[in-house]
Nanobody, 115 residues
């Protein structure tokens, strides 16, 4: 069973940068798509960015040009580089993958952007 652990959240000023990390437990990590979602207080969870096993990238329109997703298969890790953050980026950020027909979520890391 896959386990995902996020880190890197915190308090950042608008216009600043933050890098989130998600470490997976299984060595088969490299085969699977990895996705970042976020959930702001009082709102539904929403897609942020994804990276396939072959490196294809997708981004939500709201973060295009500001956020970059990447992965390091040797470290079983996926990253989200967040630049020029805005107060509306405030949310708990979750790492997600689907393997063997099952969904796996991390516990989340909180990002707070002050104006």
């Amino acid at each position: 069973q896959e386990q995902l652990v996020e880190s890197g959240g915190g308090l950042v000023q608008a216009g600043g940068s933050l890098r989130l990390s998600c470490r997976a437990s299984r060595r088969t990590f490299s085969r699977y798509d990895m996705t970042w979602y976020r959930q702001a207080p009082g709102k539904e969870r929403e897609f942020v960015a994804s990276i396939s096993g072959s490196g294809d990238l997708n981004y939500a329109d709201s973060v295009k040009g500001r956020f970059t997703i990447s992965r390091d298969n040797s470290q079983n890790s996926v990253y989200l580089q967040m630049n020029n953050v805005k107060p509306e980026d405030t949310a708990t950020y979750y790492c997600y993958t689907r393997q063997y027909g099952m969904d796996f979520w991390g516990g989340g890391t909180l990002v707070t952007v002050s104006s």
